[in-house]
C-alpha cells in the first residue's frame, strides 16, 4: 500500500501496529504524541505503568518501548514510508524515549520491514508446549540477521548451553516465587475472565505447567485459588535464544527492543511460535550468568521458540488510554 497523507486512517494504522507490540507483563509502557508539521510519532515512557521490583531501571520497560518502536515503523514502511528513527532525541526530555519520522515515499521496492507486517496482528506469545520439531537452520539464521539488522545479536545454544540457560531460568523463577512482594507484583497483572481491563494478562492465556519441571513458565498466580490448566509434558528438547547487545545504555535496551520485536515478526511469518523467558534478567546475578563466557555480552532477553499452538491476544488500552496527544488538530499532512 502506497500513500502520502498522514490522516486519521493512517495514524490509527500506525498506532494500531504500535500497541499489538508485547511488553512485560503487558504493562504498556507507552505514550504517543504526534507532531504534524514534521510527520513525527513521539514515543514516551508512561511511569503508571512501573514494575518497580521486578525492573527497577527500566531496562525491560524500555525493550518493550523499543518493540512498538520496531511495530511503528513496519507499519510505516507498510504504508509507504521509510520511516527515520531518533532514539532518546532530547537530553531535557528524558521520557521522551523515540522520535518515528516518515520521512517521505519510499521506493517502489518497498523496503523488508513492510513485509513483516502482516505478522505484526499475528503474532501472540504461546506459554503452550511445542511440538519439539526443530525450527530449519535457514529460518534460525533469518532470525539472527533480524537481530543484527537493528544492532543486536542473537545466539541459539546447542544442547548444553540451553539446559543451562534454562536452569539458571528456572532458579529465577524460583526466587520470584518465594519472594513475596515480587509474586504480588506479578499477580497485580493478571486478570481474571469477564472482567473489563485493558493492562495485564488474562488469566486464560497463562498455559499449563511443565509436568517435566524442564521448561520454567512463569507462575502468576501463585497460590491464588485460580483455577489452573492441568500440568503437560513440554518439548523434551526446547530450542530457545539468547538475545544480548555489548553494551547496557538505555538507547542500547531500545535497540534490543527493536531486534527483539523483528526476531518475533520473523518467526511469526514463518509460523514459528515465541514466548520470552525474562526471569534470570530480573536477578543482576543470574543475569549476568547467561552470558556465559561471551565477552562484553549483556543478556537482555531469552526467547523460546518452537512449532505448536498459538497464544491467545491480550488487551490493549484506546488511543485515549495510551496518552495519545497531536500538537494540532487532526488534519492532512502531505508529504513533500
Known amino acids: 500500500m502506497q500513500t502520502r497523507e498522514v490522516d486519521a486512517t493512517t495514524v490509527h494504522t500506525l498506532l494500531a501496529a504500535a500497541v499489538a507490540a508485547p511488553s512485560i507483563h503487558n504493562t504498556q509502557p507507552w505514550r504517543f504524541g504526534l507532531d504534524p508539521e514534521t510527520r513525527s510519532i513521539e514515543v514516551r515512557f508512561d511511569h503508571r505503568r512501573r514494575l518497580p521490583l521486578a525492573d527497577p531501571d527500566l531496562r525491560a520497560q524500555h525493550l518493550s518501548v523499543g518493540a512498538a518502536v520496531l511495530n511503528l515503523r513496519v507499519a510505516a514502511a507498510h504504508l509507504g514510508w521509510a520511516p527515520a528513527v531518533r532514539l ?11 522520535r518515528v519520522q516518515l520521512a517521505g515515499p519510499a521506493e517502489d521496492d ?5 513485509e513483516l507486517y502482516e505478522a505484526v496482528e499475528r503474532r501472540h506469545t504461546s506459554r503452550m508446549p511445542f511440538t519439539g520439531r526443530p525450527v530449519p537452520e535457514r529460518i534460525v539464521a533469518e532470525m539472527i540477521g533480524s537481530a543484527l539488522a537493528e544492532g543486536a ?55 499449563p505447567r ?31 535464544a539468547l538475545l544480548w547487545t555489548a553494551q547496557d545504555r538505555r538507547e542500547d535496551w531500545l535497540r534490543a527492543g527493536q531486534a527483539l520485536q523483528r526476531v518475533l515478526l520473523t518467526a511469526t511469518r514463518h509460523g514459528v511460535r515465541t514466548s520470552m523467558l525474562h526471569q534470570a534478567m530480573e536477578w543482576p546475578d543470574l543475569r549476568a550468568a547467561t552470558a556465559g563466557s561471551r565477552q562484553r555480552c549483556r543478556p537482555q532477553l531469552l526467547i523460546r521458540f518452537g512449532y505448536g499452538p498459538d497464544g491467545g491476544p491480550t488487551p490493549r488500552a484506546s488511543a485515549d488510554d495510551r496518552g495519545f496527544t497531536a500538537g494540532r488538530a487532526p488534519r492532512r499532512v502531505r508529504v513533500r
Not at 518497498?110 to 513492510?114: E, I, T, V
Not at 485493558?198 to 497463562?206: A, F, K, N, S, W
Not at 509436568?211 to 526446547?238: C, M
Open 153 to 207: 545479536h542473537l545466539v541459539v545454544p546447542d544442547i548444553i548451553g540451553t539446559r543451562r540457560l534454562l536452569r539458571l531460568t528456572q532458579l529465577a523463577e524460583a526466587r520470584n516465587t518465594a519472594h513475596p512482594a515480587r509474586a504480588a507484583e506479578a499477580r497485580t497483572w493478571i486478570t481474571a475472565p469477564g472482567k473489563d481491563a485493558r493492562y495485564g494478562i488474562p488469566l486464560t492465556t497463562l498455559g
Open 210 to 240: 511443565d509436568a517435566s519441571g524442564r521448561i520454567p513458565v512463569r507462575d502468576f498466580t501463585g497460590r491464588l485459588p485460580a483455577p489452573h490448566l492441568p500440568a503437560l509434558r513440554f518439548e523434551r528438547h526446547a530450542q530457545v
Open 88 to 98: 532518546l532525541p532530547a537530553a531535557d526530555e528524558p521520557d521522551l524515549l523515540a
Open 110 to 114: 518497498r523496503p523488508p520491514l513492510g
